[in-house]
């Protein structure tokens, strides 16, 4: 009987573990933390005949046939490194459900930000057209259990994968070659991992090269700027109209007098899409463009574009409170997401930032401020960091309040006497100095919101 060690007790690690054990193997599944919750995942899947270890730290045996790697494992962990050398076979959960998905096309999207939203989008429009498409990797289900469903053959049949997919899935990934590639944005992040921009780059290309169709975001100025002869046969897009498309117009997808078009073809009216920010409208065209290679019609395109409700977490309204709207950003994890989280929405704005730091270039985050915010309020490990920046560059209506409660409660206190508009949430950090993620923080939020609404704060 083969043997497989798989790390990381999460969604995507039990449902690998299921998968293969379905399939014959021997099934050790190891966490390297242990609470309560991991105590009760491990009684459950022990009864289904998976050896669970809690608290434990990888280190390879020469007993094992493979090695599968939950998306938040670092690749260049010193037990995965030995594991390498040995020359034991070591993938990431995505590769696994690719290869008991090839069969199926896949649309796979990544970049640095608009990931979830062109991939909540893209989903929408393929399932208005009856296909089953769902959404997976990042959001919606663990890709392998996509893969457990198809292989117990319990629900409908898989029309299409549709897969926002990270840097850290791409690199784990050896053989997975999508049907669809889009690429939205690329700036810099996850350099703590990835150590240097070429590699973070390089790692996206390469699920691009393997990928039938590209789909790229030309007005993007690094992906613009690098194009040169390497993507000459994508389709491009931009909402700057054909001319600003980078190569063969024929291909692309742009925006003219707010229609969405290819090659002179009107296909939906852009101010359909209820999010804004020009930004948005680049995800409806990399959305749209996905559909349109698939071979899905305009009436269906129309629909899921005019019923998408959005992304939860990504410029979200939560509420209108005395006439200030309350929006949550939390997705926002980094520069340049919250630069753009910031630019879409109107001014004045008292916007709740901190967190834990990423590496990064904050001086168009901080203009944005500059031009936008009638105050800011600051959260967690990155305050007095942020602080200090925000003082060098000559911007002082800042205060840290260290938690979202004083935050909500402050701004409850401050917006009205300022006149602000907006009440925006766009954290410009990971969230894993005081929430378990960028959802845990934005459901605290709404939570506070929702409170304060009613009257209980």
């Known amino acids: 009987m083969p043997k497989v060690h798989i790390i990381g007790l999460g969604r995507s690690g039990n449902a690998a573990a ?80 690719w290869r008991n998905l090839r069969h199926l096309p896949w649309v796979c999207i990544t970049g640095t930000n608009g990931k979830t939203t062109t991939t909540a989008l893209t989903t929408a429009i393929f399932q208005a057209a009856g296909l089953n498409a769902p959404a997976c990797g990042n959001i919606g289900y663990a890709a392998c259990e996509l893969a457990l469903q198809e292989y117990q053959g319990i629900e409908k049949p898989l029309d299409w994968v549709i897969a926002e997919v990270s840097s850290y899935q791409i690199e784990s990934s050896s053989t997975l070659t999508p049907k669809i590639a889009i690429w939205t944005t690329f700036t810099p992040d996850h350099l703590s991992r990835h150590y240097t921009l070429e590699r973070y780059y390089d790692i996206k290309a390469k699920l691009l090269y393997q990928s039938q169709i590209q789909i790229i975001n030309g007005d993007d100025p690094y992906l613009r700027e690098t194009a040169n002869q390497r993507w000459l046969s994508a389709s491009w897009t931009s909402v700057l109209g054909r001319e600003k498309l980078v190569a063969n117009p024929e291909l692309g997808f742009y925006i003219d007098n707010n229609w969405v078009m290819q090659n002179g073809d009107k296909i939906v009216k852009a101010d359909a899409l209820k999010m804004v920010g020009s930004h948005n409208q680049q995800n409806l065209l990399m959305s749209v463009a996905a559909a349109r290679l698939a071979g899905i019609e305009t009436p269906a395109i129309s629909q899921a574009v005019s019923d998408f409700p959005g992304v939860a977490h990504r410029l979200e309204q939560i509420m209108t ?45 901080i203009n944005q401020i500059k031009a936008k915010a009638v105050s800011v309020l600051l959260i967690g490990d990155a305050a ?74």
């Open 321 to 365: 409170w005395k006439g200030i709207d309350w929006i949550n950003d939390s997705k926002a994890t980094n520069y340049d997401a919250a630069e753009v989280g910031l630019s879409a929405v109107n001014s004045p704005v008292i916007l709740i930032a901190g967190g834990e730091a990423k590496q990064g270039e904050d001086r168009a985050w």
């Open 384 to 457: 007095e960091a942020f602080a200090k920046r925000l003082i060098e560059e000559n911007y002082s209506n800042f205060e840290i309040v260290e938690t979202m409660e004083k935050a909500i409660i402050k701004s409850s206190e401050i917006a009205p006497k300022l006149g602000a508009k907006v009440v925006l949430l766009s954290p410009a950090c990971a969230s894993f100095d005081q929430y378990q993620s960028f959802e845990h923080r934005g459901d605290h939020f709404r939570k506070l919101c929702l409170e304060l609404q009613s009257g209980r704060v």
């Open 18 to 97: 299921r998968l293969l054990k379905l399939q014959g193997w021997d099934v050790i599944l190891s966490d390297r933390n242990s609470s309560s919750t991991l105590e009760t995942q491990k009684q459950q899947l022990e009864t289904e005949g998976i050896q669970v270890e809690l608290g434990h730290t990888f280190q390879p045996d020469t007993s094992l046939d493979l090695i599968v790697v939950s998306p938040g494992v670092p690749w260049d962990s010193p037990g995965l490194k030995v594991a390498r050398n040995l020359g034991i076979e070591t993938i990431g959960e995505l590769e696994l459900a």
